[in-house]
């Protein structure tokens, strides 16, 4: 019983994650996102649920909301560019003072949210969750 | 699109309270939080416009314990009722699990209730989702506006006009004062979590 299946009610999916799964998750999370310094990155799908988030110990963001929001704002965003002729907006990213988020889509059902801050660099940053996404999809 | 994380022992649902403009999901979920408030450990997230209507959805995260041996993780959503959000309702319905359909027992609100509906089916077959086949439970609301005068739908109308193919639960309630708002998202919470039963081993 390992990765996601469909079950037979009205195409609805389940995504079962098993232990294995999600300890490569968190392995790429850690390696390739957390140990260059960002605050926290959590993998969640575009329903909004959380599948896997990790921090450096010192977030306090309520990451339920959060996930809630992004997956709603990425298809805000998503149709937006359908609108004016896009396939998709390629950066999504929200820069503050303190804290920036960067979203990035690593499949149709899958998004990455990144919270980093002024230590990391927005290019560094981009390249980082590019092999990181490369290897999520190896993974899901 | 449930998501069952065997590491955690833990399944999140999502749950999308749908319906008519002005109908009372807001509400519904409001009373759940002011219900539950010692047991959710968030607040509610809601995106409204200024003249308080829901804009984009309110969302309210809630742990209902222990099923099966698995840590219960629901998330309530409700879309925008106004007509000319349709595809933002779309967005919202994305990944659902389970729905409440808050219909309006008002007299005049009864085409309303039927179009929503149809939108509702409309919606769901865009993710390959069939009404009829997905976790479903009526709320016929404002049903204390009975006793106050103000003419509203017979219950068997309202089951005539919404639930005669469907044959969905349904609850008389008052998300406003209170009466099965609660039983009405109990009932589809065990309808979903029965849905996944077979995933849960």
């Not at chain 2, 833990?10 to 759940?32: C, D, F, M, S």
């Not at chain 2, 006793?147 to 005669?164: A, C, F, M, Q």
């Amino acid at each position: 019983m390992d990765k996601k299946h469909s079950t037979d009610t009205g195409g609805q999916r389940t995504y079962i994650f098993t232990p294995a799964k999600l300890s490569k998750i968190e392995a790429v999370l850690a390696v390739d996102l957390l140990d260059v310094g960002v605050h926290s990155v959590t993998l969640i799908d575009m329903a909004g649920n959380i599948i896997s988030t990790m921090d450096n110990g010192e977030n306090k963001h309520d990451l339920y909301s959060l996930a809630a929001l992004a997956a709603g704002n990425f298809g805000a965003v998503s149709t937006m560019a359908g609108l004016v002729g896009e396939d998709e907006f390629s950066l999504l990213f929200h820069k503050g003072k303190k804290e920036n988020i960067h979203f990035s889509k690593v499949t149709d059902e899958f998004l990455l949210i990144t919270i980093f801050g002024k230590e990391v660099s927005l290019g560094f940053l981009r390249l980082k969750v590019a092999e990181a996404t490369e290897k999520l999809i190896g993974i899901l | 699109m449930a998501i069952i994380n065997l590491k955690k022992k833990e399944v999140q649902a999502k749950i999308v309270y749908y319906g008519p403009g002005r109908g009372g999901k807001t509400t519904n979920l409001e009373y759940i939080y002011k219900k539950f408030r010692n047991r959710i450990q968030t607040e509610m997230v809601t995106i409204k416009t200024h003249g308080d209507r829901t804009l984009f959805f309110d969302f309210l995260p809630i742990e209902i314990g222990r099923i099966k041996g698995y840590d219960i993780r629901i998330q309530l959503y409700t879309v925008p009722g106004q007509v000319k959000y349709e595809s933002t309702r779309r967005l919202v319905l994305r990944g659902v699990d389970g729905i409440v359909f808050v219909a309006d027992s008002l007299s005049v609100r009864r085409k309303e209730n039927i179009l929503s509906l149809k939108s509702l089916a409309d919606n769901l077959a865009s993710y390959k989702k069939n009404i009829s086949e997905i976790p479903l439970v009526f709320q016929y609301n404002k049903r204390d506006l009975l006793t106050e005068g103000i003419p509203l739908l017979p219950v068997e109308w309202l089951e005539k006009d919404l639930n005669s193919k469907l044959k969905a639960p349904s609850f008389e309630a008052s998300a406003l004062k209170g009466p099965n708002v609660v039983e009405t998202m109990k009932k589809i919470i065990i309808v979903t979590i029965d849905s996944l039963r077979k995933d849960l081993t």
